[in-house]
């Protein structure tokens, strides 16, 4: 066991001086509170806007909470089609089906990816007339849910 150092007294437990304000939550580093990020709403080109934060009023980061269970409720139902079709295309069949596989698994990540997509846009937080907005998060979900939906249906037909 090592000695501490003449001068030094060690902390509870053996641990050196140096140590025991971090570990002891006295170093301000790990007591203050991390500050807030905001939340850039989509902006026309050209223009500006004040940082908002999700949930505030006219952020429109947030829809309503009707709306958020609506669109749960719809990803969960139309789910049940997909895991039906991979349960048949894997399980139920002697062969399993490489397109009742495939359109099922593409079906089952497309889904959430598309009401994740699909929830900025029912909130009003993207602009009409701001085209590049659907290459940026969260919008570009809507855009890889809606091909991934359409690539199961396609290897499905």
Same mark, same amino acid.
């Given at each position: 066991? =090592?000695?501490?150092?003449?001068?030094?007294?060690?902390?509870?437990?053996?641990?050196?001086?140096?140590?025991?304000?971090?570990?002891?939550?006295?170093?301000?580093?790990? *007591?203050?509170?991390? $500050?807030? @990020?905001?939340?850039?709403?989509?902006?026309?080109?050209?223009? *500006?806007?004040?940082?908002? @934060?999700?949930?505030?009023?006219?952020?429109?980061?947030?829809?309503?909470?009707?709306?958020?269970?609506?669109?749960?409720?719809?990803?969960?139902? /139309?789910?049940?089609?997909?895991?039906?079709? !991979?349960?048949?295309?894997? +399980?139920?069949?002697?062969?399993?089906? =490489?397109?009742?596989?495939?359109?099922?698994?593409?079906? !089952?990540? &497309?889904?959430?990816? +598309?009401? %994740?997509?699909?929830?900025?846009?029912?909130?009003?937080?993207?602009?009409?007339?701001?085209? @590049?907005?659907?290459?940026?998060? $969260?919008?570009?979900?809507?855009? %890889? &849910?809606?091909?991934?939906?359409? =690539? /199961?249906? /396609?290897?499905?037909?």
């Amino acid at each position: 066991m =090592a000695q501490p150092v003449v001068g030094q007294s060690a902390g509870p437990a053996g641990i050196p001086p140096s140590l025991s304000p971090m570990l002891s939550h006295e170093d301000p580093r790990y *007591t203050e509170p991390m $500050p807030a @990020r905001g939340y850039r709403a989509a902006q026309p080109a050209g223009t *500006t806007g004040a940082v908002r @934060r999700a949930g505030e009023a006219g952020g429109g980061a947030s829809p309503n909470p009707a709306i958020r269970v609506a669109v749960v409720l719809v990803t969960l139902l /139309a789910a049940v089609p997909s895991v039906l079709l !991979l349960y048949q295309a894997l +399980f139920q069949t002697d062969v399993i089906s =490489a397109p009742g596989v495939i359109g099922g698994t593409l079906m !089952l990540i &497309g889904l959430p990816m +598309f009401a %994740a997509g699909v929830l900025p846009v029912m909130g009003g937080a993207v602009p009409a007339d701001d085209t @590049r907005a659907l290459l940026r998060p $969260p919008l570009v979900y809507l855009m %890889a &849910g809606a091909v991934l939906l359409l =690539a /199961a249906g /396609a290897a499905a037909g």
